[in-house]
């Protein structure tokens, strides 16, 4: 089993940045791929992005393409997202996820959630 907790979000404004953390607990996420996926109300969750099990590896949506970062440290059991140039639409709950498999972006190919973490972009 992995536990994920979600922190860092917050309300920002358009333009600005945060970064989100994911910290695992239970079974190490080295071997695991992780990503990020959101949320916004009344839409369905969309794919984010996704880092490869040792990290050499990343792929994102084209919706953050260039203004997300996702990274890991396995030694910390963490996973981070930086966000810069924040847009309102990337208003949503942000979750991370685990998976087996790399690269996968479908919400049903990740086998653990965290409880996810707000993040609000005022225009």
């Known amino acids: 089993q992995v536990q994920l907790v979600e922190s860092g979000g917050g309300l920002v404004q358009a333009g600005g940045s945060l970064r989100l953390s994911c910290a695992a607990s239970?079974?190490?996420?080295?071997?695991?791929?992780m990503g990020w996926f959101r949320q916004a109300p009344g839409k369905e969750r969309e794919f984010v992005a996704t880092i490869s099990s040792t990290g050499g590896s990343t792929y994102y949506a084209d919706s953050v393409k260039g203004r997300f970062t996702i990274s890991r440290d396995n030694a910390k059991n963490t996973v981070y997202l930086q966000m810069n140039m924040l847009k309102p639409e990337d208003t949503a709950v942000y979750y991370c996820?685990?998976?087996?498999?790399?690269?996968?972006?479908?919400?049903?190919?990740?086998?653990?959630w965290g409880q996810g973490t707000q993040v609000t972009v005022s225009s």
């Open positions: 239970g079974r190490a996420i080295r071997n695991y791929a």
């Open positions: 996820a685990a998976s087996p498999r790399y690269p996968r972006t479908r919400s049903n190919d990740y086998d653990y």
